[in-house]
C-alpha cells in the first residue's frame, strides 16, 4: 500500500515494509537533544538509574544549554552546572557550550547533526523544526527523553497526514513565517493535532531551506506531531559539506492516503501577524491592524523560528540607514554563534548598532520572558518568534504579536506595528 | 490510588489552556513538584493556586495542555495534589507527559457539563465520570492495560523499575 513521507520514516526505523496510519511503533531515533531546562528535569533524581543503564549510544544525543544561557540567575546556574557535570560523567557526545553555541533548532541542522530522513526527537517542542529536511522530527517531555537516553528507543503511532500544497511564489515582504501564520490560523490550535503535515506543490521550490525550517517550527502551534517537506536540489545543497551523517531521500508514494488538503496561494499571500494571545490568533494584518495606531514598546527579531542569517540579512535590509524609534527597543538575537559570526563579516551587526538596536549572544531568553527583553505590564511587543500565549515574554497584563521579520523591523523604526511599505524610501 | 478510582471538586478551566498558563517559562529552572507547584496556572490567573486544593479534579475544554513540551506543567499539577484532569481534549506532548509522570488524564467530550464545584468521581478501571452533584454518570474510554499498569505504578519510570 502507498505511504506517505511520515510513515515510510517510522516503517524504515520501526523495521517494517510499511506503516500506516494509526498502528503503533516503536522506533529508534538516529538523534535525540535536550536544553538545560528539559534534561535537568530528565535527570532529576533518577541518577541511580542512570548509572546502571548508562546512554544508549553517546554520539546519537546532544545537549544545548539555551534557554537560560548565559546563565540568568543563581538558580539557573546550578542546573546548567548540574546539566554540564551529567555530559561530562556520561560523555555525551555533543554538546555545546556558551560561545560556541546556538539555539537548539539552529544549530543542530548547521552542524549536520541531524540529516533527511532521519527520525529526530527532541525535549522540546520546536523540534519538528528539522522535517524541514525531510526527516521524521517531534518533540516530547522529559521523561521520554529520559527513556530514550537510557534505551534509545520510544513508542509512537503513527500519524494522519494533512496535505499542503504550495502554489505559485512569495511576493516581496511576504515570507515563509507568513506562509506558517496562515496556515496555523486557517488549522487553528488543534487543527493538526496528532497529525503530520506534509507539503507539496511548484511552491515548495521557492522557499529556501531556511523558510523551511521556519514553516515546520511552527506545525506544533497547529498541534500537529511533525511536519515534513520533500528532499529537493535545495535539501542536497544545504547539506553538502555539512551532514555528518549519510541522508537518505524519501517522496511519498503518488497514491498516499491523506486525511485532508489544503491548498496556498503564495503569490496572493499577504503578510499576516498573530494577535493576543494565542498563536493561531492570525489575521492578514490589514485586518489585524486595520488603520490602528499601536505602539509598540519592543521588537524582538530572532529565535528558533526567525534566527537564521536569512531574517537577520532581510532585517538589516530594512534598518540600514534608519534608526529606531524613540520610544521602542529593538533587540536582535543571532540564532548561532555561526549566524553571529557571519552577520558581524557582512557588517549586518554594525547596521543593528547604528540603528540603536541591541544585538545579543544566541538565547532563547526573551521569547519565554526568561530574561534578555522581559516585558512590563501593559506593553505591546512586535516579535519574529512562534508563541505570543499570555505571559509568554514577560507580565501577564504584556502582549505580544507575532510576524515575520520585515513587519517586525518596520515596526521597530516607525514605533508602531507597520509595514515596510510604510517606510519612507 | 492504586485502583485509579478518584472523587473530587471539579475547578474549571476553559479551552486551550497552554503549558505557559499552567506554568511560566520564568520557572523552568525549577525541578520539584513542591516548587513548580507554587506558580501552577500562574499565567491562567495569577491567584488560582489559593482556591486549587489537594484531591480537586481540574475540567478543562479542548485542546488542554498545548504549546510548549515542558514536563514542569503536569509536574507542577501533579505537585499541587491535583488528582486528575478531565478535558474534552488533550495536547499530544501534555497527555504523553501526564502518563509517564502517573497524573491521570481522561478524555470527555461532555466536560462541559461538569461545573466548578460540582463533586465528581472518575473510575478509570469502569471508564465511568459521575458527576455526584447533577446524578450524571459519563462513560470515557479505557485505558490501554499498559497505561493503567504505568499510572497505577505512579509513572512510567517506577513502572519500568517494578518490571525488573
Known amino acids: 500500500m502507498a505511504m506517505t513521507i511520515t510513515e515510510k520514516i517510522l516503517a524504515r526505523h520501526a523495521g517494517k515494509e510499511e506503516v500506516h496510519a494509526g498502528e503503533f511503533v516503536t522506533v529508534t531515533p538516529d538523534f535525540i537533544f535536550g536544553n538545560e531546562l528539559g534534561t535537568g528535569l530528565a535527570i532529576e533524581g533518577r541518577e541511580e538509574l542512570l548509572q546502571k543503564r548508562g546512554i544508549f549510544d553517546t554520539s546519537r544525543v546532544a545537549v544545548i544549554p539555551d534557554h537560560f544561557t548565559p546563565n540568568k540567575d543563581i ?23 556558551v560561545g560556541r553555541m546556538g539555539i537548539e533548532h539552529v544549530i543542530l541542522h548547521e552542524k549536520g547533526l541531524v540529516v533527511s530522513g532521519d527520525v529526530i526527537v527532541g525535549a522540546d517542542s520546536h523540534s519538528c523544526t528539522y522535517g524541514a529536511l525531510g526527516a521524521f522530527s517531534t518533540g516530547v517531555g522529559s521523561t521520554d527523553f529520559f527513556a530514550l537516553l537510557i534505551s534509545g528507543q520510544l513508542w509512537f503511532s503513527v500519524p494522519e497526514t494533512i496535505k499542503v500544497v504550495l502554489k505559485g511564489k512569495l511576493s516581496k515582504w511576504v515570507t515563509a513565517k507568513d506562509v506558517v501564520l496562515y496556515l496555523v490560523g486557517l488549522l487553528g490550535a488543534d487543527g493538526a493535532r496528532y497529525k503530520a503535515l506534509e507539503f507539496h506543490g511548484d511552491g515548495v521550490r521557492s522557499i529556501p531551506l531556511s523558510g523551511r525550517f521556519t514553516i515546520c517550527n511552527m506545525a506544533i502551534e497547529a498541534g500537529a506531531k511533525n ?20 541522508p537518505v531521500y524519501y517522496e511519498a508514494d503518488a497514491d498516499a492516503v491523506y486525511c485532508d488538503v489544503i491548498e496556498i496561494d503564495l503569490t496572493s499571500l499577504k503578510p499576516q501577524l498573530s494577535c493576543p494571545h494565542r498563536p493561531d490568533n492570525v489575521k492578514p494584518f490589514a485586518e489585524a491592524v486595520a488603520g490602528k495606531n499601536l505602539p509598540v514598546d519592543q521588537v524582538f527579531i530572532g529565535s528558533c523560528i526567525n534566527g537564521r542569517i536569512e531574517d537577520l540579512r532581510e532585517a ?105 511599505e510604510e517606510l519612507q524610501p | 490510588m492504586s485502583e485509579l478510582v478518584f472523587t473530587g471538586t471539579v475547578r474549571r478551566l476553559g479551552d486551550f ?82 502518563i509517564n509522570l502517573g497524573l491521570p488524564v481522561v478524555e470527555l467530550a461532555d466536560a462541559g457539563q461538569l461545573a466548578e464545584g460540582h463533586t465528581v468521581r472518575v473510575d478509570c478501571g469502569a471508564g465511568l465520570v459521575s458527576d455526584e452533584t447533577s446524578g450524571k454518570t459519563y462513560k470515557v474510554a479505557l485505558f490501554p492495560d499498559f497505561m493503567r499498569e504505568i499510572l497505577k505504578a505512579g509513572g512510567v519510570i517506577p513502572y519500568i523499575e517494578n518490571q525488573r
Open chain 2, 17 to 98: 489552556v497552554d503549558t505557559d498558563a499552567i506554568l511560566p517559562a520564568k520557572y523552568l529552572n525549577l525541578t520539584t513538584p513542591e516548587a513548580l507547584a507554587a506558580h501552577v496556572l500562574e499565567n491562567h490567573a495569577p491567584d488560582f493556586r489559593k482556591i486549587l486544593h489537594a484531591g480537586d479534579i481540574l475540567v478543562a475544554g479542548r485542546n488542554f495542555g498545548c504549546g510548549s513540551s515542558r514536563e514542569h506543567a503536569p509536574l507542577a499539577l501533579k505537585g499541587s495534589g491535583v488528582a486528575c484532569v478531565i478535558a474534552e481534549s488533550f495536547a499530544r506532548i501534555f497527555f504523553r507527559n501526564s
Open chain 1, 75 to 97: 538558580t539557573s546556574a546550578e542546573l546548567s552546572k548540574t546539566v554540564r557535570e551529567f555530559v561530562r560523567r556520561y560523555h555525551v557526545g555533543h554538546y555545546f557550550e
Open chain 1, 316 to 420: 538589516a535590509g530594512i534598518l540600514k540607514d534608519r534608526v529606531v524609534h524613540p520610544d521602542t527597543r529593538l533587540i536582535v538575537t543571532p540564532g548561532s554563534q555561526e549566524v553571529y559570526l557571519q552577520a558581524v563579516e557582512e557588517g549586518l551587526v554594525q547596521i543593528f548598532i547604528k540603528a540603536g538596536a541591541v544585538v545579543s549572544t544566541p538565547t532563547c531568553g526573551a521569547c519565554i520572558g526568561g530574561h534578555m527583553g522581559v516585558l512590563a505590564g501593559g506593553e505591546r511587543c512586535v516579535s519574529t518568534t512562534n508563541r505570543n500565549f499570555r505571559g509568554r515574554m514577560g507580565h501577564y497584563d504584556s502582549e505580544v504579536y507575532l510576524s515575520g521579520v520585515p513587519v517586525a523591523a518596520a515596526s521597530a523604526v516607525l514605533g508602531r506595528i507597520a509595514l515596510p
Open chain 1, 227 to 246: 511536519a515534513v517537506f520533500p528532499a529537493d536540489e535545495l535539501t542536497i545543497a544545504y547539506q553538502k559539506g555539512r551532514a555528518q551523517r549519510q
